[in-house]
C-alpha cells in the first residue's frame, strides 16, 4: 500500500476543499439559470395619494428651488422701499493757498440728498410687489403641475400593482389547466404531448412575470423621484388605492369612478378661465407690465439732489499785504445747492418704449392662454368620455363574455368535450381582453389627470 507523505496529504485536502466550495456555487448559477425568474422585493413602504402630495411639497426639488424666488422677489421690495442714502462732502487742503493768501481756497463739509420726485418709490414698490405676485402665482403653478404628475406616477404604480397580480391570476388559471391536462394523461384520455402543450402555456407567464416586476420597479423608481427623493436602490412602493381595476369599484383617490357623470363641458370651461394656475399668471403679469409702464414714465420728470453745507477759512489772522487784521471768521458761511438732470436731448423714450412692448406682450400671451385652456379643456373632457366609454363597454360586455368563454372552454376540456388548444385559445384571449382593459383604464386616469392640468385645480374624485 502507497504511503501518503505530508505533502501529498495536504494536496489532496485541498483539492476536496476546493471541490466542496465551488460545488453550491455552480448548483447555485444553474438553478436561477432555469428559473429565469426576476424577483423583487417585497413592499418596504406605503403611501396614500395625500401622503405623495405632501412628501412633494416639502422635497420635490423644482419646488424647493422654486421657493426661493419668494425670497429674492421680497428682497427686491426692500430695495424698492429704501430712501436713497445721502452723500457726504468735504472739501479741505493743506499748504499756503489755504493759510496764508488772501483769495485762499473756501473749504467745505456737507450732505447731499435725492429726492424722488413724480411718487418714483411709490411705483417702485408697487411694481415690486406686483412681480412678487408673480413669483407667487408661479410657485402655484408649479405646485399644481408637480401634483399633476405625482398623480399621473401614482396611477402608473397602481397600474403596475394590478397588473402583476392580473398575471399572477392568469398564470392560476394556467396551471389548474395543466393540472387537468395531467389528470386526462394519467387517465390515459390524453396524449403527453397535450401536458407538454400545457406546460408551455403555463411557462409564457414567467417572462410576463419578469415584465410586471420591471414595470413595478421603474413606477415604483419614478414615484420616488417626483416626491422629492433620490432614488439609489430597486425597492417596491406600496399604494393604497388601486380599486379603479376592480369591476365593482365605485369609489377611488386617484380618479372618480367611470359610471359617475361628468361636470358640464360649459362649466369646467368657465372654472378654468378662473382657476388655472398659468392663467392667473398671465394675468398678474399684466397687471405688473402696467406698472412697469406707470413707472417708466415717470423717468421723464428729473429728480432732485438738493445739498448743504459749512464753509469756513483757516486763514492766519494777519495775510500779506492786509491793511487790517482780518478774523478768521469772517470767512465762514452757510450754502445750500440744488441740482437737476435737464431731459433736454433725452428724455427715455426707450424705457418707456420697452415697457409699453412688454405691456403688449403680457396682453397677447393672455389671450394666447385663454385660447389654449379652453383648448385643452374640450381635449382633455373628450379623451375622458372616451375612456369612459371603452371601460363601460368592456365591464358590461367583454369581460363577463371573454370570462365565460374562457371557464366554458376550460370545463369542456375536463369532461372531454373539446380539445386542450381550445381551451388555451379562450384563456388566452381573457387575458388579452384584460389587458386590453386594464390599459383603458390607465387610458381614463391619464385623460383625467389631463382634463384636472386643463381646468387648472383639483377635481375631487369622489364628488358625484
Known amino acids: ?16 476543499l476546493a471541490c466542496f466550495i465551488s460545488q453550491p456555487k455552480v448548483m447555485a448559477e444553474v438553478d436561477v439559470f432555469k428559473t429565469g425568474i426576476v424577483t423583487s ?20 426639488k423644482e419646488i424647493v428651488s422654486a421657493k426661493w424666488n419668494l425670497a429674492i422677489s421680497q428682497g427686491a421690495i426692500t430695495s ?13 487742503g493743506f499748504g499756503p493757498s489755504f493759510v496764508e493768501l488772501y483769495t485762499g481756497q473756501t473749504q467745505l463739509v456737507g450732505a447731499t440728498e435725492q429726492f424722488l420726485t413724480a411718487g ?20 402655484e403653478a408649479l405646485r399644481f403641475d408637480v401634483h399633476n404628475r405625482v398623480r399621473r406616477a401614482y396611477a402608473e404604480l397602481a397600474a403596475a400593482e394590478a397588473y402583476q397580480a392580473l398575471v399572477e391570476s392568469q398564470r392560476d388559471v394556467a396551471f389548474k389547466l395543466l393540472s387537468v391536462a395531467q389528470r386526462r394523461f394519467d387517465a390515459g384520455k390524453a396524449s403527453k404531448s397535450e401536458v407538454l402543450q400545457a406546460q408551455l402555456n403555463m411557462s409564457q407567464f414567467d417572462t410576463q412575470r419578469n415584465q410586471a416586476q420591471g414595470r413595478l420597479q421603474q413606477a415604483s423608481a419614478a414615484l420616488s423621484l417626483i416626491i422629492g427623493e433620490k432614488p439609489n436602490k430597486i425597492e417596491v412602493i406600496d399604494v393604497d388605492d388601486n380599486g379603479i381595476f376592480k369591476l365593482s369599484a365605485e369609489t377611488s383617490e386617484i380618479v372618480p369612478s367611470p359610471h359617475r357623470a361628468l361636470p358640464h363641458l360649459a362649466k369646467l370651461v368657465t372654472i378654468a378661465f378662473d ?10 403679469q399684466v397687471f405688473a407690465s402696467r406698472k412697469a409702464v406707470t413707472l417708466a414714465r415717470t423717468q421723464r420728470i428729473p429728480d432732485l439732489f438738493v445739498g448743504s453745507g459749512y464753509t469756513f477759512s483757516t486763514f492766519a489772522k494777519t495775510q500779506p499785504g492786509a491793511l487790517v487784521a482780518q478774523p478768521n471768521w469772517l470767512g465762514n458761511g452757510v450754502q445750500v445747492t440744488v441740482t437737476a438732470e435737464n431731459p433736454v436731448f433725452y428724455q427715455y423714450q426707450g424705457q418707456v418704449q420697452q415697457a409699453l412692448g412688454t405691456l403688449r406682450q403680457s396682453e397677447r400671451k393672455l389671450d394666447f392662454a385663454k385660447a389654449g385652456a379652453a383648448t ?7 379623451e375622458v368620455s372616451v375612456a369612459r366609454t371603452n371601460i363601460f363597454l368592456y365591464q358590461k360586455n367583454l369581460l363577463p363574455t371573454a370570462s365565460d368563454v374562457a371557464r366554458l372552454a376550460r370545463r369542456a376540456y375536463e369532461v372531454g368535450q373539446t380539445d386542450l388548444a381550445t381551451a388555451i385559445i379562450a384563456q388566452q384571449q381573457y387575458q388579452q381582453t384584460l389587458s386590453s382593459y386594464f390599459d383603458s383604464v390607465v387610458a381614463y386616469q391619464n385623460a383625467w389627470a389631463d382634463l384636472e392640468k386643463a381646468v387648472g385645480l383639483p377635481l375631487n374624485p369622489n364628488q358625484p
Not at 424698492?80 to 479741505?92: D, K
Open 120 to 139: 418714483k418709490r411709490t411705483k417702485r414698490i408697487a411694481l415690486a410687489k406686483a412681480n412678487y405676485g408673480v413669483a407667487e402665482l408661479q410657485l
Open 376 to 382: 385643452q379643456v374640450v381635449t382633455g373632457f373628450n
Open 80 to 92: 424698492a422701499s429704501a430712501f436713497p442714502n445721502p452723500q457726504f462732502n468735504l472739501q479741505t
Open 41 to 60: 422585493p417585497a413592499p418596504t413602504r406605503n403611501f396614500s395619494l395625500q401622503a405623495c402630495f405632501d412628501k412633494a411639497d416639502q422635497e420635490n
Open 1 to 16: 500500500m502507497r504511503r501518503f507523505t505530508p505533502p501529498h496529504i495536504f494536496s489532496v485536502a485541498i483539492l476536496i
Open 275 to 284: 382657476a388655472r394656475p398659468d392663467l392667473k399668471v398671465a394675468n398678474e
